[in-house]
């Protein structure tokens, strides 16, 4: 089964679960996100990400430079464990990564969940790529993909019992939205996915099919 139809099994269910009053909230919020032109500002094709200052599940610093051992890196960029739409697809990174290997491509996943809960979503989800935390999701700010969440979405989530100062260490109730980046060893930007709607993801095996294809070059 593809991700694009587990994901679509699973939001199917959460429509018919989920009260309409509250799918409005989560939509809605998905319409602000679009309407603040947050894709349109976020770093392209051609541009550089920064040299990203991550944590890993033992709360050591690494740099993602120093991550860069092969011609590309793939940069998944997801909410957070707690988020299944965000486990499915890495998951499925997961089950892939032998054959994105094989094309001299790696894979590593990052959000602003603490190390602590970084390393659950990696144990609970079989992970052996790097799943590092971005503390108070500083480079993915600089990366242009994060907003704040409403009102509205911030007492919803809490009623699901979602505690984001637990989460994330801090009061700033930010989320990325989910995005797929792909840079070379000079950490220029040759590929990118954003996407709003958390509950859509782009299809890893499509990303695998444009390597295979050379349609993603190490020059842009």
Request: negative net charge; charged residues 25%.
């Amino acid at each position: 089964m593809t991700l694009q139809e587990q994901l679509k099994q699973m939001r199917h269910a959460s429509m018919e679960r989920m009260p309409q009053s509250i799918m409005k909230v989560f939509t809605d919020s998905i319409a602000d996100i679009r309407k603040s032109q947050l894709k349109e500002n976020a770093l392209q094709v051609g541009d550089y990400v920064p040299d990203m200052n991550l944590q890993n599940s033992n709360g050591n610093n690494l740099w993602l430079s120093n991550l860069i051992e092969q011609e590309f890196l793939i940069l998944n960029f997801y909410r957070g464990g707690w988020c299944p739409y965000c486990n499915m697809e890495l998951r499925e990174y997961e089950r892939l990564r032998k054959s994105f290997n094989q094309l001299n491509t790696d894979i590593v996943g990052i959000s602003a969940e603490i190390p602590e809960l970084a390393n659950t979503t990696t144990n609970k989800n079989g992970i052996s790529f790097p799943v590092l935390t971005d503390i108070d999701a500083q480079s993915m700010k600089a990366v242009g993909i994060v907003f704040q969440l409403d009102e509205a979405s911030k007492k919803e989530f809490k009623n699901f019992g979602m505690d984001f100062t637990k989460i994330h260490g801090n009061s700033n109730f930010e989320l990325p939205v989910p995005a797929v980046y792909v840079i070379n060893k000079n950490m220029q930007i040759v590929y990118t996915h954003f996407e709003e709607d958390y509950m859509t993801r782009l299809e890893p095996t499509e990303l695998l099919k444009n390597l295979k294809n050379n349609l993603i070059t190490e020059n842009t």
